[in-house]
C-alpha cells in the first residue's frame, strides 16, 4: 500500500484565490483527519470523518473553509477566498475505525498565500 | 475538553545518555495516549501507545513511556539518546467516550548532541 497520498506537495497562491489540497486515504480506513501546522499554534485539528460522515469540524477555522469526502477514499479540504493567515503546512491522516488504533500521516502540503 | 499539554519545546541531551521528553493530559474519561515522531519535511510517524495493560509500554526505536494515572503522566524515554532520534516528538489523546477527536500537543524538539 502506498500509504496516505497529499497532493499537491507545494502551493503557492495569491490571496483571494481558492485553494483545493486533495488526500487519498489508505485502502481499508474509513477515519479521516485534517489538520493545519503552523509554528505558533502546532498542531490543529480542523475536521474529523468517520465513514464519510463528519463528525467534529469544531476546528475549522471560518466558513472560507470546507472539508468533503465524495467517496470512503478520498477527501478534499478547500480554503476559497485564501489569505495569507492560512499559510501552513496541512496534513491528512487516517485510521480504521478503532479508537484505539494509530493515524497513519501523509506527507502533508505546504501551502503559502502572498 | 481533553487535552495534552508538552512543558518543554526543546529538550538537548548528549548521545548516550537518557532521555525524557515530558507529556500530560486531560481526559473525561480513561485516555489512549500516543507519541509519534516528525522529521523534517515529512508527516508524523508512530511511536507507540498506551491503551491498557501494562504502565510502560515499548515501541519503535527503542523508545518507551510510562502512563502514570495518578500524575496524569505519559513521559517518553529512550535508556541511550542516538544523534538520529533528533526530531520533533507529539504526545496525542484520544478520548474514546467521547467523539474520538484525536488531540495533539505543540510538540516538543529533541536535539541530541554528539
Known amino acids: 500500500d502506498a500509504g496516505v497520498i497529499q497532493s499537491p506537495r507545494h502551493e503557492v497562491t495569491e490571496m483571494g484565490q481558492e485553494v483545493t489540497l486533495r488526500c487519498k486515504l489508505i485502502s481499508g480506513h474509513n477515519s479521516l483527519f485534517w489538520y493545519r501546522q503552523t509554528m505558533m499554534r502546532g498542531l490543529e485539528l480542523l ?4 465513514n464519510n460522515v463528519p463528525i467534529d469540524d469544531s476546528g475549522m477555522p471560518e466558513d472560507r473553509f470546507s472539508a468533503k469526502m465524495p467517496n470512503a477514499s478520498f477527501s478534499t479540504l478547500k480554503i476559497q477566498p485564501s489569505e495569507p493567515r492560512d499559510s501552513a503546512v496541512y496534513f491528512c491522516a487516517s485510521s480504521t475505525d478503532s479508537s484505539n488504533e494509530k493515524l497513519f500521516f501523509g506527507s502533508g502540503t505546504q501551502l503559502s498565500v502572498l | 475538553a ?4 508538552q512543558p518543554e519545546d526543546q529538550v538537548n541531551v548528549a548521545e548516550g545518555n537518557p532521555l525524557t521528553v515530558k507529556c500530560t493530559y486531560s481526559v473525561s474519561g480513561n485516555p489512549y495516549l500516543f507519541w509519534y515522531v516528525q522529521y523534517p519535511n515529512r508527516g508524523l510517524q508512530f511511536l507507540l501507545k498506551y491503551i491498557t495493560g ?9 523508545f518507551e513511556a510510562e502512563f502514570n494515572k495518578s500524575q496524569t503522566s505519559f513521559h517518553l524515554k529512550k535508556p541511550s539518546a542516538l544523534v538520529s532520534d533528533s526530531a520533533l516528538y507529539f504526545c496525542a489523546v484520544r478520548d474514546y467516550s ?17
Open chain 1, 47 to 50: 475536521i474529523y470523518f468517520n
Open chain 2, 54 to 62: 501494562d504502565n510502560l509500554v515499548k515501541g519503535s526505536y527503542g
Open chain 2, 2 to 5: 481533553q487535552s495534552v499539554a
Open chain 2, 98 to 114: 467521547g467523539t474520538y477527536k484525536y488531540i495533539f500537543g505543540t510538540g516538543t524538539r529533541l536535539k541530541v548532541l554528539a
